[in-house]
């Protein structure tokens, strides 16, 4: 099965929580917040989030923001690392072995569940895996995007006999940052996405699959 372990990762290195919830009320409430802000952001989006919006539209103090996150960036990056594992959960399924006839099929697959998040998740068109505000890696990480190809992989290869090269490697890298990049796009000016964009986006994933998987 895909592993999720990098977007555990992320969530603890890229969102600085002030205090782990151990209590299944406290689970609960840092969701709440984080749902909040979501909704927040997908009304006047990420730039103009605050922690005080926060705080009215889960119904809490503001104390209680602060109890989970020590500032507004923290939010944001705890929500990115979120959508990052709801991504990567989704993915897993989809690339499970039989789930599709093809390897070429399976990354259609993850182009249609991204593009499901992208209209029914809220807060995933602004922080999505391959947006800046989740990723700032150093120059010795990899993105979220690089991650979740790594694994996209790891899962082909075990699951549908594609051979492991430097080759695969780079189409399937390739095929995932065309993947967010264009389905940015087609939902930059349309809240259920442009048809004609997200049929290209296919052809174009099938050509830098071709010969390759």
């Given at each position: 099965?895909?592993?999720i372990?990098?977007?555990?990762?992320?969530?603890?290195?890229?969102?600085?929580?002030?205090?782990?919830?151990?209590?299944?009320?406290?689970?609960?409430?840092?969701?709440?917040?984080?749902?909040?802000a979501?909704?927040?952001?997908?009304?006047?989006?990420?730039?103009?989030?605050?922690?005080?919006?926060?705080?009215e539209r889960?119904?809490?103090?503001?104390?209680t923001?602060?109890?989970?996150?020590p500032?507004?960036i923290?939010?944001?990056?705890?929500?990115?690392?979120?959508?990052?594992?709801?991504?990567?959960?989704?993915t897993?399924?989809?690339?499970?072995?039989?789930?599709?006839?093809?390897?070429?099929?399976?990354?259609?697959a993850?182009?249609?569940?991204?593009?499901?998040?992208?209209?029914t998740?809220?807060?995933?068109?602004?922080?999505r895996?391959?947006d800046?505000?989740?990723?700032?890696p150093?120059?010795?990480?990899?993105?979220?995007n690089?991650?979740?190809?790594?694994?996209?992989t790891?899962?082909?290869?075990?699951?549908?006999?594609?051979?492991d090269?430097?080759?695969?490697?780079?189409?399937i890298g390739?095929?995932?940052?065309?993947?967010?990049?264009?389905?940015?796009?087609?939902?930059a000016?349309?809240?259920?996405?442009?048809?004609?964009?997200l049929?290209?986006?296919?052809?174009?994933?099938?050509?830098?699959?071709?010969?390759r998987?």
């Amino acid at each position: 099965m895909l592993t999720i372990d990098s977007s555990a990762a992320l969530l603890s290195s890229a969102a600085p929580i002030r205090n782990e919830p151990v209590q299944a009320r406290s689970t609960a409430r840092l969701a709440t917040l984080l749902d909040s802000a979501a909704s927040v952001i997908d009304e006047i989006g990420y730039e103009r989030l605050t922690t005080a919006m926060v705080a009215e539209r889960a119904g809490a103090s503001i104390g209680t923001v602060y109890r989970y996150f020590p500032d507004r960036i923290a939010v944001l990056q705890s929500l990115a690392a979120r959508n990052v594992e709801r991504l990567m959960v989704r993915t897993a399924d989809e690339l499970a072995a039989g789930r599709h006839a093809s390897a070429t099929d399976a990354v259609l697959a993850l182009h249609a569940v991204t593009v499901d998040l992208f209209r029914t998740e809220p807060g995933y068109r602004s922080l999505r895996a391959g947006d800046v505000i989740d990723l700032r890696p150093s120059s010795t990480e990899a993105t979220a995007n690089a991650m979740l190809a790594v694994a996209v992989t790891d899962a082909l290869v075990a699951h549908y006999g594609v051979s492991d090269s430097a080759d695969v490697r780079l189409a399937i890298g390739t095929a995932v940052e065309l993947i967010d990049a264009l389905t940015a796009r087609v939902f930059a000016r349309s809240e259920s996405g442009d048809a004609e964009l997200l049929a290209e986006t296919d052809r174009a994933l099938r050509a830098v699959l071709a010969g390759r998987l």
